[in-house]
């Protein structure tokens, strides 16, 4: 008890600074482990350009992006998710609850199942990017054109994004149903989501997206948390509820769509790391958002290192291992007696 | 005329029925809410006291008629600038995991902006506001690990640290115990004295009528009665308004008491 005061009651900066360090190991982990295990000397050596040629390219090509990657998207999902959270004020709520994953799932199915996707590499993370977005703003449509028409009622958004999302993913089901068994194989890996196509391309388009999301949401933290207590307080507060709400759901979306369209749809991230963070220090979203960021990429770097080093050659889809270490790390987070 | 003489809100002519309800909540109100005095809005359940706290507020949107505060309509207020003129306390919010003063430093961030740091003044307005509403013991405890009126109190706190000229209470001691209930009415009446105006809806008629200086009796959304406390509440009009038999009785400050009768009709 006294030990889990202890970490409530650590100041801002010094929890900030733990999971920089945490994450910033898990990235040293993630260049050095694979299936040819290098050391710390010999991956600053590649990193500096000295050394063996295929050390080098496995290093600066393949890991180093791939680490990156995976970090960045951790971190996207982790705000995003919080932030949809405390929009919604739902506890179950997650990046994909307003059907950003199934819109992207079925621009994704769709380039795999007309080849298009073997054929030009960048259509399938864009037609997944537009998908996203366009299933956010169908959802959003449907959402406004029921009660008065001026506000967004959350509720009603929730339950629009529940529909539109089974409504996809009955779609893309029934491509499939008459697809042949090498798309279905190809999409199937896409939605359990993988780190295995990322380069510095995808890495360097990837910071350019999330990278205005994450600051507005970050500056969005004071009215996150009035919203996240109700719409009205959040206006007594001096909050411009709606404004408010729709550029915060864009910035979410933008950070959901982004992820998914280069490394598909990755569960359980969106979900958990923001409610871990709240279990150990609040809601409070000035510190929620950036913990959470931190957090997210130093658990999916590491699930990410897992996927692609555990099963020897055979790649596990990251989906499986973030759930398979997450759950337990979260269960026994939800018994700690910790309650202040 | 009622008692006070500038006028903070003014409402006239103001209706607004819920999209999809048969009859309007609020029907052709017209009403001055008078500077710097304590008004309390009566009347039975769903007369459309929270619904009227609304419209005043700007979170509900009228299909009719118009609102000014200080003498400008809603419309040409920025949020912002109204949550630094008007605090309110609102009935209901959803159970987040925040801490008691997390929660009472909210009051402070209409004077914030999205960067700034708690200055000194806003740290010395939160303490204060947690000490005059019984709540600074709680300080580092979870809002959900409080009882429904030790949350009320830390809302109540959350308003004063806001620091506003106006403030505007719905139901405040609904669920508060008598001693809370009373330093609550006690504290409105401090405010008031420092020139607060202060309005709030209530189903305690005898505390309204001992503590306010004007009272709003309402019904199915129109006002049936406004002005001094003797005035509103008189025998014949509580008894039609509340359909239920009453005496009024007089308290020993003067102010007129509503005692219903035993053994009324039952509906």
């Known amino acids: 008890m006294t030990h889990a005061r202890a970490l409530l009651a650590w100041p801002l900066s010094l929890r900030l600074l733990v999971l920089a360090l945490a994450a910033s190991v898990v990235l040293i982990a993630a260049v050095r482990l694979g299936a040819v295990s290098l050391t710390f000397s010999s991956v600053l050596q590649a990193i500096a350009g000295r050394g063996d040629s295929t050390t080098i390219t496995i290093v600066r090509e393949l890991r180093v992006p791939r680490a990156l990657q995976a970090a960045l998207v951790g971190a996207a999902l982790a705000v995003s998710g919080a932030t949809f959270q405390a929009l919604l004020r739902n506890p179950l709520a997650e990046p994909y609850t307003l059907g950003v994953s199934s819109g992207a799932a079925a621009g994704a199915v769709l380039t795999v199942v007309t080849g298009w996707a073997t054929r030009y590499v960048w259509s399938l993370p864009l037609a997944a990017f537009a998908g996203g977005i366009a299933s956010m703003l169908l959802v959003f449509r449907i959402a406004y054109s029921v009660g008065n028409k001026q506000t967004l009622d959350t509720r009603v958004l929730l339950l629009a994004g529940v529909v539109v999302s089974a409504f996809l993913v009955a779609l893309i089901w029934l491509v499939l149903t008459f697809a042949d068994t090498e798309s279905v194989r190809a999409a199937i890996f896409w939605m359990m989501g993988s780190h295995a196509g990322a380069s510095w391309r995808s890495v360097a388009i990837l910071g350019v997206c999330l990278a205005p999301g994450l600051l507005v949401l970050f500056a969005l933290a004071r009215p996150l948390n009035l919203l996240a207590i109700g719409e009205p307080t959040a206006a007594y507060l001096g909050i411009s509820v709606e404004r408010t709400k729709i550029l915060a759901f864009a910035m979410a979306t933008l950070l959901t769509a982004a992820s998914v369209a280069v490394s598909g749809t990755i569960g359980f991230v969106g979900l958990v790391i923001p409610h871990a963070i709240r279990l150990l220090w609040g809601s409070d979203n000035r510190g929620l958002l950036p913990c959470a960021a931190l957090a997210g990429a130093a658990f999916l770097a590491a699930a990410d290192t897992s996927a692609r080093s555990i099963a020897g050659a055979n790649e596990l889809p990251i989906g499986i291992v973030t759930a398979l270490i997450g759950v337990p790390c979260f269960v026994w987070l939800l018994r700690r007696p910790a309650t202040r | ?267």
């Open chain 2, 1 to 267: 005329m009622i008692a006070g003489s500038v006028t903070a809100w003014s409402l006239e002519g103001l209706s607004y029925r819920p999209s999809g309800a048969p009859r309007p909540t609020v029907s052709d109100v017209s009403l001055e809410i008078p500077h710097s005095r304590m008004t309390a809005v009566i009347g039975p359940n769903g007369a459309g006291k929270t619904t009227l706290l609304r419209l005043m507020l700007g979170t509900l949107v009228p299909d009719g008629g118009m609102i000014s505060l200080q003498g400008r309509t809603l419309a040409q207020w920025t949020r912002r600038d109204f949550a630094r003129a008007v605090a309110v306390v609102p009935q209901g919010e959803t159970d987040s995991l925040f801490t008691v003063r997390e929660m009472v430093a909210m009051g402070r961030y209409p004077h914030l902006g999205p960067w700034q740091r708690e200055r000194l003044e806003d740290a010395t307005a939160i303490t204060l506001a947690m000490d005059r509403c019984d709540v600074a013991q709680f300080s580092d405890r979870w809002m959900a690990t409080l009882s429904g009126g030790e949350q009320q109190r830390v809302r109540l706190a959350r308003a004063i640290a806001q620091d506003a000229p106006v403030l505007v209470l719905d139901e405040p001691t609904t669920s508060l115990d008598i001693r809370h209930e009373m330093t609550t009415f006690e504290l409105l009446r401090e405010l008031r004295a420092d020139g607060t105006t202060i309005v709030l809806a209530t189903h305690n008629l005898n505390l309204a009528a001992r503590y306010a200086d004007n009272l709003v009796l309402l019904r199915d959304g129109a006002v049936v009665a406004h002005g001094a406390p003797a005035d509103v509440l008189t025998a014949s009009r509580v008894e039609a308004t509340y359909e239920w038999p009453v005496d009024i009785a007089v308290h020993t400050d003067g102010s007129p008491q509503v005692v219903p009768q035993a053994g009324g009709r039952s509906w």
